[in-house]
């Protein structure tokens, strides 16, 4: 059955570097998304990414967050200047529409010292 | 803004018995709603929507769920609990003025089947 992955599966980094997670979707989806989870809490949306552009974004997306597809497969996440606040679970999810349902990746857990 | 909110942060039930976990939500369009269920340190996973048509659905590992648009409900429903459903459960809607790219996320409601 087709998954979506995720790498690396943990990340350790120190604050104020940049750090960028990957993402393969599963290949016939159209929409893209980055989620995250702080600690086992909510799951909060940061961003959502169709036909190479955004197409929606949270408050928590601000300037030092940037997403890409940089090639027909990979989706990847960059955090220019990383915050020991950055520190979660980032959820990538692909979806082969945007109203239907989003399958999740396992998850890069981020750990900012 | 859309929203959800799951009032109970657990739920422990006994094997073998029914569970329901609550969901509730708001939008101001149409909803599509979500289950997702979290075991510890993996990702989300899908088990069930409702997008429209009947307000029964059924999903995945005998789980369903009841759409009630008058109670803005979607509690998901079991009706014989296995330890194994021990998990974290996420309800979720798209939708609204939300737009419909954009999914939110209940705070979880943490399940516990006692053997």
């Known amino acids: 059955e087709p998954e979506v992955t995720q790498t690396p599966s943990h990340q350790v980094t120190q604050m104020g570097q940049e750090v960028i997670l990957r993402c393969v979707p599963i290949?016939?989806?159209?929409?893209f998304y980055w989620y995250r989870q702080i600690l086992g809490q909510k799951v909060e949306f940061l961003v959502s990414?169709?036909?190479?552009?955004?197409?929606?974004k949270s408050e928590i997306f601000d300037d030092q967050f940037s997403v890409e597809r940089p090639d027909g497969s990979n989706f990847t996440l960059k955090i220019r200047s990383t915050k020991l606040e950055d520190s979660a679970m980032y959820f990538c999810a692909s979806g082969p529409l945007g109203v239907t349902e989003a399958f999740f990746g396992q998850g890069t857990r981020l750990t900012v010292v | 803004a859309q929203s959800v909110a799951q009032p109970e942060d657990q739920v422990n039930v006994a094997e073998g018995n029914p569970l329901t976990v609550k969901c509730t939500y708001s939008v101001s369009g149409n909803p599509y709603l979500f289950w997702y269920v979290q075991y510890p340190n993996r990702g989300l996973q899908f088990l069930l929507k409702?997008?429209?048509?009947?307000?029964l659905v059924k999903g995945s590992y005998g789980f369903e769920a009841e759409f009630n648009k008058s109670q803005t409900s979607f509690h998901l429903k079991k009706p014989s609990a296995l330890v194994s459903d021990s998990a974290l459960y996420f309800c979720a809607v798209n939708g609204g003025s939300g737009g419909y790219q954009k999914v939110t996320f209940g705070t979880g409601t943490k399940l516990q089947v006692i053997p």
């Open positions: 990414f169709y036909n190479n552009e955004i197409s929606e």
């Open positions: 409702y997008i429209t048509g009947d307000n």
């Open positions: 290949s016939n989806h159209l929409y």
